[in-house]
Every structure is written in structure tokens, then in C-alpha cells.
């Protein structure tokens, strides 16, 4: 047979361990790692290097401790124009964006810091899902109307982190709630008077609160009217109603503020005043309890909320208190964390379940569609959402999908950049990128900034060591940190029979790093990916000299490894056909 001059590809379609090694799909591959289809030079589909992060702001927040919450908040500060300033927390401590950099935020309140932390704004003010409880009993007493103490706790000063600013008492007996003017070892004093009574089942805990930046000040959330949801990790708004769930005492429930006034959760409302707040259980004409805990919840649509559940997915149409209604979509795929979704500006909401990604498309009745199964069958299956916080945002920039799995632990978690393409009738096709990062850089907070105006990544990743950072595509390392990539194209076969790669040279970005190629061979494809290297060499800038490895086998495979901020233009290789392949 005569020498053949193939043309390799970049693998645009991705990641793919679905099908045999003998047949890898066009277009993608068995194994790579911090690339991308888009290069860093000119955004040209024609693959490379991802971008590197760096600081945002060069401030480190919370004297290094993981950031637990990221936001932005929109307001009209007196006498200037519209602003949108960013929000932060770590090691309990709030912070706001000040001329380019971070400045905490005055006060008593401190925010959870061993946990994400969600938010959502309304009307220029955030409203933050404070949570964890400190201390409860079934041994509690009330005297003297304000007095407060438990057998239980003998000292109430050693509770760690009880103070009388951030935590309130719930008295669940007697269905009331407390503020706490002070804290001492004997007692705690109630700012809200109650009944005196012993014998009481009660808990301590964080009480949400509020940021106004037209005060710059972090308040405790108290309602106007009813009682407001306690120990809810998960907040949204949807319809002009700030939305709760995942209390540990009501764990399948809802809770949904008054339309136009978040602090009305007076549930007791005739059913004939629509903008009344609603519960699924306490309401009048509730639909009652979940089948299972509540794990997310978040709009997929002006008409429509989408409730996940640790193994079901229900859907809100309309206003829960006007004629709305309460749908399961699925009785067996969930959604495994407050923020293991997003939402691409055409309208898809792509979400990880235990069962992989799954996306949804626009509207309010379409069955959620599996994503990651087709293509990488494993690797994002059964994760434990108690050892790793789930994290996704959608990059306007990079156009495509952030996926963090952060071990909650110091180790390496796995993440992913996913470049997706939707499909009619409601799919959509994804190609995965693995990428990994410096352990410490790792997001235990991760926010889609909007409003970005710059070349910047408009996701901000809050790292473990109370930095937080951004792709940026003139980035060649992780703030200082190597970036080391590496796409495998191959398998490659001689239909059956022995061959010889003879040739290969390739092409780069003309700004392109260096980059060693490696050829391997074997007699089977899966041999080929796992060989050694049967000959290497280094490619620079623009067109590089042929290179003669002249490697013999039944199947070949080309190896990229860089440390360097790359583009690939194009590959090309000469083969030969010899005979048959022999044992």
C-alpha cells in the first residue's frame, strides 16, 4: 500500500470513554486534561491550552479560610448611577467590592463558615441563607418571660460560635422564635419575650439575614408577620417571593414569602389573597410534603421553579398561591446540591444528578435529558454530596459550563469545562474537558458575574485559601502555579493490518508555547493509548520540520503535553500499510 497522508484533529467533541478503543468517535478522545476547543490566542475553534486563572482582587479573605459565599448585588447609591458591586464571605467575615478590591462590612453578624453559603436578590438588597444550629434539646425553659436556659448546656458561653448577635432560639414546643440580647454562662436572655414553661424541645441557630448596600449594613432577618423559615441552606426568588428550603425539621417542605414583601410568612392567609406567603404544608390549599428531601431550588423560567430533591425533580407552574401547581417530573433523578445547576442564556438548565448531568429545556413541561451518560458513562456517577460540594455556572465569555466537584476534604476533586450545543427536541450535546487546579485553589464558592465588561472570565472561583480568582485567557499559569495539558488523539488502526506512522509535523498558533508530541504504538488500540512513548519530539511557534518517528504496530496514537499557553493549527502524519498483523 502507498503512503497515506492523514490530517488529525483536535478532539472538539471532547472527552469520550463510551465507546471501544477501537472506536473512539471523530473528533474526540480517550484522555486529555486542561485543554480547550477554543484557543487562548484568537478564539478560534481550533483547540489549545485552557486559560489560567488569576486573583481577582488581590485582597485574601478571611485570614485565608475557604470562601463560603459569592454574589453581586445592584443598587443606586445616592446620587450616582446604577452599580453593581460584588459579595463575599469567609471564615464568618462579609465583604463587599471597594475601589477594585475587597473591604469588609462592619458589625456583629457574622455569616456559616464551614459551608456554602447561597443568597438572592431583590430590590437592591440580598437576602442570605444563614443556617446551622449550635444547640437543641427537649429540656428547655422559659422564666421570667425573657430568661432562657437548658440542663443540657451547662455553660451556654462554650457553645461554640453562640453569640447573641447571628442566632436565634427557636422554641418548637411552643411555636415561637427568640432573638438573644446576651449570652452568658447561665442563661440566656430573650430580646422576644415568651411563656414561661419548662420541659420545651428547642434549637439554636442562625437566623438568615439581610445586606443593604445603601446602609452598608448585614442585618438579622426578623419578619413582619408570621414566622419566617429557620435552618434553610437553599434561597431563591421566584414571582417576587424569596423561596426557602432544606430546614432539617422540614426537610420535604417550601417556604415562600408574601409577593412583594420577603418578610411576610404569615401562612395562615385566606386562600382568597393570592399574594399571600405559602407554604406546601402550613398554607391553606398546601399541597403538602415533598416525597423527599429538598436539596435545590431555583427558576427555570418567569412561569416555572424547578425543585430538586435528593431522588426527584418536581416543577412549580405558575404562583404557587394563584392557581398554580406542583408537577414530579422525575421519581428517580435528583439534584445534589443548592448549586449543582445553571442556566445558559438560551434557556437550558443543566443540573448533576447522582445519575450524571442532565439538562432541561426551555419551558415548563420537558422531561430532563441525560447529558454525561452518552459520553463519559462513569465518571460523574453516585457522587457523595457530603464529601464534595457540586458547583456549575454558565461562562458567558468561554461560552460553556463550569462544573466543580470540590472534595470537601483538602484533597483534589474533579472538574470539568463543558462546552454544550442544544439539539431540537429539547437535548443537547456536550463535550467535556477535564481540568484540574492547585488543591488550594480549588472553589468552595462559585458565582456567574454578570455585569462583567472586561475580557475577564465572568465566573469568580472562591478558593480555599480566601482568594478568589478568574480565567483569564492571557494567563499562562494557575497564579503562578504550572498548567500542564495534554490531549491523547488515537486510537488509529491500518484496517487490520501492520502499519508505520513514518511521519508527522505539525502547526502551531503563531503565538503558540512549545510543545512535545509523542507517538505511541501497539497491536491494539487499547495497547496503543497505554504505551510508552515510542519516539517525542518538540514543536514551536507556526510550522515545525517534518519529524520521521517511523513507529511500527497494528494501532498508533499521538500524545500533546505542554506547560505552556498554547494553540494547535493543524497535525499531519504519513502512514503505510505493510502486512498482515501478526500475534
Same mark, same amino acid.
Given at each position: 500500500?502507498?503512503?497515506?497522508?492523514?490530517?488529525? !484533529?483536535?478532539?472538539?467533541?471532547?472527552?469520550?470513554?463510551?465507546?471501544?478503543?477501537?472506536?473512539?468517535?471523530?473528533?474526540?478522545?480517550?484522555?486529555?486534561?486542561?485543554?480547550?476547543?477554543?484557543?487562548?490566542?484568537?478564539?478560534?475553534?481550533? %483547540?489549545?491550552?485552557?486559560?489560567?486563572?488569576?486573583?481577582?482582587?488581590?485582597?485574601?479573605?478571611?485570614?485565608?479560610?475557604?470562601?463560603?459565599?459569592?454574589?453581586?448585588?445592584?443598587?443606586?447609591?445616592? %446620587?450616582?448611577?446604577?452599580?453593581?458591586?460584588?459579595?463575599?464571605?469567609?471564615?464568618?467575615?462579609?465583604?463587599?467590592?471597594?475601589?477594585?478590591?475587597?473591604?469588609?462590612?462592619?458589625?456583629?453578624?457574622?455569616?456559616?463558615?464551614?459551608?456554602?453559603?447561597?443568597?438572592?436578590?431583590?430590590?437592591?438588597?440580598?437576602?442570605?441563607?444563614?443556617?446551622?444550629?449550635?444547640?437543641?434539646?427537649?429540656?428547655?425553659?422559659? =422564666?421570667?418571660?425573657?430568661?432562657?436556659?437548658?440542663?443540657?448546656?451547662?455553660?451556654?458561653?462554650?457553645?461554640?460560635?453562640?453569640?447573641?448577635?447571628?442566632?436565634?432560639?427557636?422554641?418548637?414546643?411552643?411555636?415561637?422564635? !427568640?432573638?438573644?440580647?446576651?449570652?452568658?454562662? %447561665?442563661?440566656?436572655?430573650?430580646?422576644?419575650?415568651?411563656?414561661?414553661?419548662?420541659?420545651?424541645?428547642?434549637?439554636?441557630?442562625?437566623?438568615?439575614?439581610? /445586606?443593604?448596600?445603601?446602609?452598608?449594613?448585614?442585618?438579622?432577618?426578623?419578619?413582619?408577620?408570621?414566622? !419566617?423559615?429557620?435552618?434553610?441552606?437553599?434561597?431563591?426568588?421566584?414571582?417576587?417571593?424569596? @423561596?426557602?428550603?432544606? *430546614?432539617?425539621?422540614?426537610?420535604?417542605?417550601?417556604?415562600?414569602?408574601?409577593?412583594?414583601?420577603?418578610?411576610?410568612?404569615?401562612?395562615?392567609?385566606?386562600?382568597?389573597?393570592?399574594?399571600?406567603?405559602?407554604?406546601?404544608? &402550613?398554607?391553606?390549599?398546601?399541597?403538602?410534603? $415533598?416525597? *423527599?428531601?429538598?436539596?435545590?431550588?431555583?427558576? !427555570?423560567?418567569?412561569?416555572? @421553579?424547578?425543585?430538586?430533591?435528593?431522588?426527584?425533580?418536581?416543577?412549580?407552574?405558575?404562583?404557587?398561591?394563584?392557581?398554580?401547581?406542583?408537577?414530579?417530573?422525575?421519581?428517580?433523578?435528583?439534584?445534589?446540591?443548592?448549586?449543582?445547576? @445553571?442556566?445558559?442564556? &438560551?434557556?437550558?438548565?443543566?443540573?448533576?444528578?447522582?445519575?450524571?448531568?442532565?439538562?432541561?429545556?426551555?419551558?415548563?413541561?420537558?422531561?430532563?435529558?441525560?447529558?454525561?451518560?452518552?459520553?463519559?458513562?462513569?465518571?460523574?456517577?453516585?457522587?457523595?454530596? =457530603?464529601?464534595?460540594?457540586?458547583?456549575?455556572? /454558565?461562562?458567558?465569555?468561554?461560552?460553556?459550563?463550569?462544573?466543580?466537584?470540590?472534595?470537601?476534604?483538602?484533597?483534589?476533586?474533579?472538574?470539568?469545562?463543558?462546552?454544550?450545543?442544544?439539539?431540537?427536541?429539547?437535548?443537547?450535546?456536550?463535550?467535556?474537558?477535564? @481540568?484540574? /487546579?492547585?488543591?488550594?485553589?480549588?472553589?468552595?464558592?462559585?458565582?456567574?458575574?454578570?455585569?462583567?465588561?472586561?475580557?475577564?472570565?465572568?465566573?469568580?472561583?472562591? %478558593?480555599?485559601?480566601?482568594?478568589?480568582?478568574?480565567?483569564?485567557?492571557?494567563?499562562?499559569?494557575? *497564579?503562578?502555579?504550572?498548567?500542564?495539558?495534554?490531549?491523547?488523539?488515537?486510537?488509529?488502526?491500518?484496517?487490520?493490518?501492520?502499519?508505520?506512522?513514518?511521519?508527522?509535523?505539525?502547526? $502551531?498558533?503563531?503565538?503558540?508555547?512549545?510543545?512535545?508530541?509523542?507517538?505511541?504504538?501497539?497491536?491494539?488500540?487499547?495497547?496503543?493509548?497505554?504505551?510508552? &512513548?515510542?519516539?517525542?519530539?518538540?514543536?514551536?511557534?507556526?510550522?515545525?520540520?517534518?519529524?520521521?518517528?517511523?513507529?511500527?504496530?497494528? /494501532?498508533?496514537? $499521538?500524545?500533546?503535553?505542554?506547560?505552556?499557553?498554547?494553540?494547535?493549527?493543524?497535525?499531519?502524519?504519513?502512514?503505510?500499510?505493510?502486512?498482515?498483523?501478526?500475534?
Amino acid at each position: 500500500m502507498p503512503a497515506k497522508l492523514l490530517e488529525l !484533529h483536535f478532539p472538539l467533541g471532547g472527552l469520550n470513554k463510551a465507546a471501544s478503543f477501537q472506536k473512539q468517535p471523530p473528533y474526540t478522545s480517550p484522555s486529555l486534561n486542561n485543554v480547550r476547543p477554543t484557543d487562548t490566542f484568537l478564539g478560534r475553534n481550533r %483547540g489549545g491550552s485552557r486559560p489560567g486563572i488569576t486573583k481577582t482582587f488581590a485582597a485574601e479573605l478571611g485570614s485565608g479560610n475557604p470562601v463560603r459565599l459569592l454574589a453581586t448585588v445592584t443598587y443606586v447609591p445616592t %446620587g450616582l448611577s446604577l452599580t453593581t458591586i460584588g459579595l463575599a464571605s469567609a471564615n464568618g467575615t462579609f465583604y463587599k467590592e471597594s475601589s477594585g478590591n475587597w473591604a469588609s462590612i462592619g458589625g456583629n453578624l457574622k455569616l456559616y463558615a464551614s459551608g456554602l453559603v447561597r443568597s438572592a436578590e431583590r430590590a437592591q438588597k440580598v437576602y442570605i441563607a444563614d443556617y446551622t444550629t449550635v444547640a437543641e434539646g427537649t429540656d428547655g425553659a422559659i =422564666t421570667g418571660t425573657t430568661t432562657f436556659d437548658s440542663a443540657t448546656y451547662a455553660d451556654w458561653t462554650a457553645v461554640s460560635g453562640l453569640n447573641q448577635y447571628d442566632f436565634i432560639l427557636d422554641n418548637i414546643t411552643a411555636a415561637t422564635r !427568640h432573638r438573644i440580647t446576651t449570652v452568658a454562662a %447561665g442563661s440566656l436572655t430573650l430580646t422576644d419575650a415568651g411563656s414561661n414553661a419548662t420541659g420545651l424541645t428547642f434549637r439554636i441557630l442562625r437566623g438568615p439575614k439581610i /445586606y443593604d448596600p445603601a446602609t452598608n449594613a448585614l442585618t438579622l432577618l426578623w419578619p413582619t408577620a408570621g414566622s !419566617h423559615p429557620l435552618g434553610c441552606p437553599i434561597i431563591w426568588r421566584f414571582r417576587d417571593r424569596i @423561596c426557602w428550603a432544606g *430546614d432539617p425539621l422540614s426537610p420535604n417542605n417550601v417556604f415562600f414569602s408574601a409577593v412583594g414583601a420577603p418578610l411576610d410568612y404569615d401562612y395562615s392567609v385566606a386562600a382568597s389573597t393570592f399574594t399571600r406567603a405559602f407554604s406546601f404544608v &402550613a398554607s391553606v390549599g398546601g399541597s403538602g410534603n $415533598l416525597g *423527599d428531601p429538598v436539596t435545590a431550588g431555583f427558576n !427555570h423560567s418567569d412561569g416555572c @421553579c424547578l425543585i430538586g430533591c435528593t431522588s426527584s425533580l418536581h416543577i412549580v407552574k405558575g404562583d404557587p398561591a394563584r392557581n398554580g401547581s406542583v408537577q414530579e417530573l422525575s421519581s428517580e433523578i435528583g439534584i445534589l446540591g443548592p448549586a449543582a445547576w @445553571c442556566r445558559t442564556p &438560551a434557556g437550558y438548565t443543566f443540573f448533576m444528578s447522582k445519575d450524571g448531568l442532565y439538562v432541561m429545556a426551555p419551558g415548563c413541561g420537558s422531561t430532563p435529558m441525560a447529558v454525561s451518560r452518552p459520553t463519559i458513562p462513569n465518571d460523574l456517577l453516585a457522587i457523595d454530596p =457530603t464529601a464534595y460540594t457540586v458547583q456549575m455556572a /454558565y461562562d458567558i465569555v468561554d461560552q460553556g459550563i463550569h462544573l466543580f466537584v470540590t472534595n470537601v476534604s483538602a484533597s483534589a476533586g474533579t472538574h470539568y469545562f463543558i462546552a454544550v450545543e442544544t439539539e431540537s427536541g429539547g437535548g443537547a450535546r456536550a463535550a467535556f474537558y477535564p @481540568c484540574t /487546579y492547585p488543591t488550594s485553589f480549588e472553589p468552595t464558592a462559585l458565582f456567574q458575574r454578570r455585569d462583567s465588561s472586561t475580557g475577564l472570565s465572568s465566573v469568580w472561583l472562591g %478558593g480555599r485559601d480566601g482568594y478568589v480568582r478568574n480565567h483569564s485567557d492571557s494567563q499562562t499559569t494557575d *497564579d503562578g502555579t504550572a498548567i500542564t495539558s495534554v490531549v491523547m488523539m488515537g486510537a488509529m488502526g491500518f484496517g487490520g493490518f501492520d502499519g508505520l506512522a513514518k511521519e508527522v509535523v505539525g502547526t $502551531l498558533a503563531a503565538s503558540s508555547g512549545s510543545v512535545t508530541w509523542s507517538l505511541h504504538v501497539g497491536n491494539t488500540p487499547e495497547a496503543a493509548v497505554a504505551a510508552s &512513548a515510542f519516539a517525542s519530539g518538540t514543536w514551536a511557534a507556526g510550522l515545525n520540520a517534518v519529524a520521521r518517528p517511523r513507529g511500527r504496530g497494528g /494501532y498508533w496514537c $499521538l500524545k500533546l503535553t505542554s506547560t505552556a499557553r498554547w494553540g494547535l493549527e493543524r497535525i499531519e502524519a504519513t502512514i503505510e500499510r505493510l502486512g498482515r498483523l501478526r500475534v
